[in-house]
C-alpha cells in the first residue's frame, strides 16, 4: 500500500549472487534460492492483508554485503526488518526453525557457529568487504539501545507462536547470536532460521510452495499481532 502511514517491514532473503549459502545434499537446493522464495511468499502475505507496507533487499539472486542489508533497512525507516534463512548441519536429523535476536553473547555453542558462519559472507577470497569504518564502529556502540533489543525479542515470540502450527520448531526455537544484519541500533530486528537444508523433511517442506506459503502466513500473522500490539499500547 502506498499509505506512507501504515508500518514498513523489510524482508531481506538471505545470501545471493556468488553467495548460495546452504547446499542440501537433497535434491541439491540452495539457501540463496529458498530464502528468495520465502521471502516472496511473506511479501505476498502482507502485501494481502493491506494494512503493512513491505519492502525486499533483493527480488533477484544478487550478493549483499552484510552491512547493506540492515542499511537499507535504516534508509528506508523500516519499521521491522526480518532476515529469512535456512540452515544446516552435519547431523541430517536435526531439523525445526528457529528465531534468532541480537545479543553479543551466543546463546549456545551452536548460535555462536551460525553466527560465525553467516558473518564470514562478507569475506570473500580473503578480502572483508564490509570493512570496519567510524559509522560501523558508531553503530556498534548504539547497540547499548536495550529498547530495540527489547522490541526485537517480544516480536520474536510472536513469531514462534504464530509459526508453532504451521511448520517444525526447534526445543529452543528463540536464540541470541550477533548477527552482523541484526545490528541495525534502531530498527527491531530478527533473523529468523526457517529450517534445515540438511534434513530431508525440512529441504522438502521449504522448497514446496505450500511449505513457503505457511512460513509466509506465520510471519504475516506474527507481523500484523505486533503492530496491532504496539498501536494499542499508544
Request: glycine residues 8%.
Amino acid at each position: 500500500p502506498a499509505d506512507s502511514r501504515l508500518p514498513l517491514v523489510l524482508i531481506d532473503a538471505g545470501h545471493g549472487g556468488h553467495d548460495p549459502g546452504a547446499i542440501s545434499p537433497h535434491g541439491g537446493m540452495r539457501e540463496k534460492d529458498i530464502t528468495l522464495s520465502i521471502a516472496r511468499s511473506i511479501r505476498d502475505e502482507l502485501v494481502k492483508s493491506g494494512r503493512i507496507r513491505v519492502a525486499l533487499t533483493r527480488d533477484t539472486d544478487r550478493f549483499l554485503v552484510l552491512q547493506d542489508r540492515y542499511g537499507i533497512a535504516r534508509k528506508m525507516k523500516a519499521d521491522l526488518f526480518i532476515s529469512i534463512h535456512a540452515d544446516s548441519a552435519e547431523n541430517q536429523t536435526a531439523r525445526g526453525g528457529s528465531v534468532y535476536t541480537l545479543s553479543e553473547v551466543a546463546s549456545d555453542r551452536e548460535a555462536q557457529r551460525l553466527a560465525s558462519r553467516e558473518n564470514k559472507s562478507d569475506i570473500i577470497n580473503g578480502v572483508n568487504l564490509g570493512g570496519t569504518n567510524a559509522e560501523v564502529s558508531s553503530i556498534l556502540i548504539d547497540l547499548t539501545q536495550r529498547e530495540t533489543m527489547n522490541v526485537s525479542a517480544n516480536f520474536a515470540k510472536l513469531l514462534m507462536r504464530e509459526a508453532k502450527p504451521n511448520l517444525t520448531l526447534r526445543g529452543t526455537a528463540h536464540r541470541f547470536a550477533s548477527f552482523i544484519v541484526l545490528k541495525a541500533p534502531d530498527t527491531p530486528s530478527v533473523l529468523f532460521e526457517t529450517g534445515y537444508l540438511s534434513n530431508a523433511e525440512d529441504a522438502a517442506f521449504l522448497s514446496s510452495g505450500s511449505g513457503q506459503r505457511k512460513v509466509g502466513q506465520s510471519v504475516s500473522s506474527a507481523v500484523q499481532a505486533h503492530f496491532a500490539k504496539r498501536l494499542a499500547k499508544r
